[in-house]
């Protein structure tokens, strides 16, 4: 007797996903800010001066942290020095990334299960944990996966119609 493949609706993934994510990292949101995410929260405070590293203003083209208060700020303009905001950010962020990896796995496989195991790993923190503890790189490395993703798929839309479209 053949088994039949359960294929859950796509809301129920989408709902699954943000559940694990959710349940690996709501404990951050008790996080406060640690290591160098102190000289990040000055920095967020005196965004025009120059501090340490971080160079001066908002993107220093001389400074090797350029681009990472781009993602820091606002959140610091809506909720101040409020360390939750930051690390809820990063959960909304890394839940983003877990379904561009579904998305990835999705279409290189061709498999809905496969793409959902792929997501459910990716989203259990086993690779991200060191990234969303950080509030100073968390952003700023999960949209470089997120946008990776989409190079990647980019390149294999490229790949399969010959063409750029």
């Known amino acids: 007797m053949k088994r039949k493949a359960l294929i859950f609706p796509l809301k129920w993934i989408l709902l699954s996903i943000f559940l694990v994510?959710?349940?690996?990292?709501?404990?951050t949101l008790g996080m406060y800010v640690w290591q160098d995410d102190h000289?990040?929260?000055f920095k967020l405070q005196h965004l025009e001066e120059s501090a340490g590293h971080?160079?001066?203003?908002?993107?220093?083209?001389?400074?090797a942290y350029r681009g990472v208060f781009i993602l820091l700020a606002p959140i610091y303009y809506l909720f101040g020095n409020e360390p939750a905001a930051f690390y809820l950010a990063g959960i909304i962020a890394y839940f983003l990334a877990a379904l561009a990896v579904y998305l990835l796995a999705k279409t290189l496989t061709d498999n809905k299960r496969i793409a959902f195991i792929s997501s459910i790993v990716f989203a259990s923190g086993y690779i991200g944990a060191e990234t969303l503890w950080r509030m100073t790189n968390?952003?700023?490395?999960i949209h470089t996966i997120i946008f990776l993703c989409?190079?990647?798929?980019?390149?294999?839309k490229f790949i399969d119609s010959n063409k750029i479209s």
Do not use: C, E, P, Q
Not at 138 to 141: E, I
């Open 21 to 27: 994510v959710f349940l690996a990292y709501y404990r």
């Open 54 to 63: 971080f160079g001066t203003g908002i993107y220093d083209r001389s400074s």
């Open 150 to 156: 989409f190079s990647l798929l980019t390149y294999k």
């Open 138 to 141: 968390s952003l700023h490395t």
């Open 39 to 41: 000289a990040t929260m």
